[in-house]
């Protein structure tokens, strides 16, 4: 058996990204999604199973991890700001369970494909105007700490053949479907999800503030392609950034505009945030993407893209 | 009271920090040295007491850190080869110990100044010609990782305000006296220590190799400088790399026969090991100094210099 395991199978991602494997020409004959509240069955596929597991639990990795696990997608995570404001259930989650995961791995079946999903907010403080694959990691955030962390463990396992690790930074994702959640960068999609809903959002930072963004299609299909990769493709260190596009909230909002109208981009409120406005703002608003791009990540076009993506595949499922 | 703690205080480094500690203006009335075997007391001065403490055991950091301690230079560690051949312990006493004692002083007293030392093996792989601080970090060995780790570790709790901490990356050191040890740069100090005492020495990598050297006293007065800054001046981020010089095995060799005569050269033979190659030449040969100098850190003059301060302090004792 095949198996593929999707850690935070029920969040956002892990249901799209179980959704583009069923899709997909891969092959597998298990589809494990697993988080700890019991993930959504996202298709009628007979290969799913949903489990829910709190991997926090003494002895969970462990049994997660079979003969039968061939790539695990560790996407589980405390978000930002909830990370930064429970500083221990930060370190358990990002930083533990990825090493009890990683453990679970070694001695269950060296050479597990494993996919770790990092974050640009491993960057931060004073960066140069162009940050790349070879920028030092310097966060301003727990949740950067634990993530830079977790990019170094994954590496050193790849390194000694423990397991086939692969580490991709992902861009802030925007649009986002559903409700804020306590990610710091979680107005960067409410300023576009909410108004095209007819709701009002509240913009914590300034309009001149550079975001680093992915649209969820494009993450999708770059986690996918980060577990097809060869190892020998990464040249010795397995840590990448995602392609992004830089886009300031201002030039977001004109797009909005641009596809809606002035009585939607009128719900977008402006009230300044600081403890937000420290950690987003921390973040790098350009990324060179050149080693990313030879390595075969895809990268979206424009920042239109991004909403004409939410309203296809996302908005006419909640109006 | 005010206590200093120095674990790994029955090492070199330790005890050297020890006497110049004791030998210093610094105001204290304690100076506890720690490590898996009891320390030697290196001096008569009453305020001297030495504790032998597994602190892998459960328990043991939280023990060591108490009401009186106010600063903590944690130099304990696996050194390099030893961690790269005992994966799991390398771990857990370079990371998890690290962290243990972190836990410590943020619950016993919040504010703690902690001084790691780290290690330029946190660099590795295809390094720009120049590393600065603000180069990535890819360990090539799991001794880099696992201090990379503690790193962002210390800096993330100092920047949460649970312990004042500071971290500095030590070049390698020479001429370290005593023994040869585990780490894979073991050799850079054999390679004039032993010849100066009569004896042979091997040198397991080529001659050309570039090494990123600083000497004892230099350290040792760069790491109480590190304690001694206002944390103000670390400007955000607590790492720094410690000055060097960067000076090839020919140059050593050519500074020994300099400083004695042609026959102690030849006690030098050359065979090539790989183990040792692999990790060595994956650290940098050349580190941008700028940003520790304008901290005030020291740098020494030249190589001649590093054996003339062992043959003054340490030579005599053993020959």
Redesign the interface.
Known sequence: MMQIIITGGGGFLGQRLAKALLKSEEAFTELLLVDIVEPANPSADGRVKCLQLDLAQSGAAESLITQNTSVVFHLAAIVSSHAEND?DLGWKINLDVTRQLLEACRHTKPGIRFVFSSSLAVFG??L?ETVT????????S?YG?QK??GE??V??YA??GLVDGRVVRLPTICVRPGKPNLAASSFVSSIIREPLQGETAICPVSPELALWLSSPDTVIRNLIHAAKLEESEF???R?VNLPGIGVTVNQMLESLEKQTDAETLARVKFEPNEAINRIVSSWPGTIDNSRALALGFQVDKNFDVFIEQYRKQDLQQIV
């Not at 694959?133 to 301003?140: K, N, Q, S």
């Open positions: 500083f403080g004073d140069p694959d070879m920028t030092a990691v310097t966060p301003r727990s700490a830079a962390m170094l463990l590496n050193d390194r000694k040249g010795g260190w840590t």
